[in-house]
């Protein structure tokens, strides 16, 4: 490809540029480009702490893994707060109050227990009960050790997640362990809102 010659007019008009620029002095203009200026230094990153939980006794002295990062379900549906009367909820804890109706989810997988608890809750506020027990049983120990970890009880553990989200969020008012008299840690009271 060649290139073509300036005309005339080009050439005056690049020597009126070239007359009013001034030089650069490329030394000064290295020096000011090296120059480092003051910096603080950066400030740590803050690590966020997490709380661990303490490791289970062993047994026969085999340590035993645990994987599990929450909580035990117990202990965190303990911990919430009481959404209904106190003077009923203590007396459901304790095992006073008899339970309206009752579902067994023993035996059953998860994609087959899911729908049948749905079912059993909104039916059973559309039918005005309040109480209700659901048997989750308190389910085997399946983890053979592989690199995705195994729950102990995968109903106990899903059953009070999915009574905390919709369809079931709006019927249920407060979830406790059921008293030993109606199956322990096996089982859950739902207490169920009143039908509007």
Request: no cysteine.
């Amino acid at each position: 490809m060649t290139r073509r010659r300036l005309r005339p007019d080009e050439l005056e008009l690049w020597r009126k540029v070239t007359e009013k620029a001034e030089r650069l002095d490329s030394g000064a203009a290295m020096k000011q480009a090296l120059e480092v200026t003051q910096v603080d230094p950066p400030k740590p990153r803050v690590v966020p702490r997490f709380e661990t939980l303490p490791k289970p006794a062993t047994s026969k002295g085999q340590p035993t893994i645990t994987r599990d990062v929450l909580r035990p379900v117990a202990e965190r549906l303990s911990k919430a707060q009481v959404q209904m009367d106190r003077k009923a909820f203590d007396q459901m804890r304790r095992g006073k109050l008899k339970p309206e109706g009752r579902i067994d989810l023993h035996g059953m997988t998860l994609d087959h227990a899911h729908p049948a608890l749905t079912r059993f809750i909104l039916s059973s506020q559309a039918s005005g009960r309040r109480l209700v027990l659901v048997i989750t049983g308190k389910g085997k120990a399946r983890d053979e050790g592989g690199p995705i970890p195994v729950r102990f009880g995968v109903l106990r553990h899903q059953v009070p997640q999915w009574l905390s989200m919709a369809p079931l969020a709006q019927a249920v008012l407060q979830i406790t362990p059921a008293n030993i008299r109606h199956g322990g840690t096996g089982a859950y009271y739902v207490y169920l809102r009143k039908r509007r």
